[in-house]
């Protein structure tokens, strides 16, 4: 099977400051990822998503960024804000199978 | 994309005891799932529930311990049976409705065996 996972547990910022949370997967057989905040007590939100066919794709201050040779995607905050805060997921989807497998997940602390 | 309410939202149960949580979508929906996370972690797949059929199983997951049951295309429930301090954890519901939309979740049932 696939397995899904982050370089980092934690990170802290500064408001304002640019964040960026890192994931490697194993399988390349994935085609799909998302990226899911996931805030105290509430279940994933969906944030952004990009298909393997894409190296890049852009929403409201969040960038997601796929290396297929490397098997890497990375989350780009700009300009953090103390909302920001949450623990961030990512997860992979071989399209043929239609299930998610998740990350081990990287804690965001914003400070004001 | 869906709207999925779960409940309860939290429980207290003694060991031993078996807990059933609902899984209620506003719309129809191919594919609906259960998942597990443990304080502190990730989500991991319990099973993916099918409509009118047996749901799948992922590895390390049993039909005896979660029961799960989906009588259409838009409620599921999955069982915590015979609890343990073990299976304290979250127990999330999520929805797919098909190609070119999301995988949507619930808030989540936040479970305590004591």
């Known amino acids: 099977g696939e397995s899904v996972g982050l370089h980092l547990p934690t990170l802290s910022v500064q408001e304002g400051d640019n964040s960026i949370i890192n994931c490697a997967y194993s399988?390349?057989?994935?085609?799909?990822f998302i990226w899911y905040k996931q805030e105290s007590g509430k279940g994933p939100q969906f944030i952004i998503d990009?298909?393997?066919?894409?190296d890049k794709r852009q929403g409201q201050r969040v960038t997601v960024l796929l290396n297929k040779t490397v098997k890497h995607l990375s989350l780009q905050i700009a300009a953090t804000q103390p909302g920001d805060s949450a623990v961030y997921f990512c997860?992979?989807?071989?399209?043929?199978?239609?299930?998610?497998?998740f990350g081990k997940g990287t804690m965001l602390l914003v400070s004001p | 994309s869906a709207v999925i309410s779960q409940k309860p939202s939290r429980d207290i149960c003694q060991r031993g005891t078996s807990l059933t949580i609902q899984c209620q979508v506003d719309?129809?929906?191919?594919?609906m799932f259960w998942y597990r996370q443990q304080p502190g972690q990730s989500l991991t797949l319990i099973a993916t529930?099918?409509?009118?059929?047996?749901?799948?199983?992922e590895s390390g997951f049993v039909i005896d311990k979660f029961p799960i049951s989906r009588p259409n295309l838009t409620f599921s429930t999955l069982t915590v049976s015979n609890m343990s301090p073990e299976d304290s954890s979250i127990y999330l519901c999520?929805?797919?409705?098909?190609?070119?939309?999301?995988?949507?979740f619930g808030s989540g049932t936040r479970l305590t065996v004591v």
């Open positions: 719309s129809q929906v191919t594919m």
């Open positions: 990009i298909r393997s066919n894409m």
């Open positions: 999520s929805a797919h409705a098909g190609p070119n939309y999301g995988y949507t």
């Open positions: 529930a099918n409509q009118g059929s047996e749901a799948t199983y």
């Open positions: 399988n390349s057989a994935s085609d799909y």
């Open positions: 997860a992979g989807l071989n399209s043929g199978y239609s299930t998610l497998t």
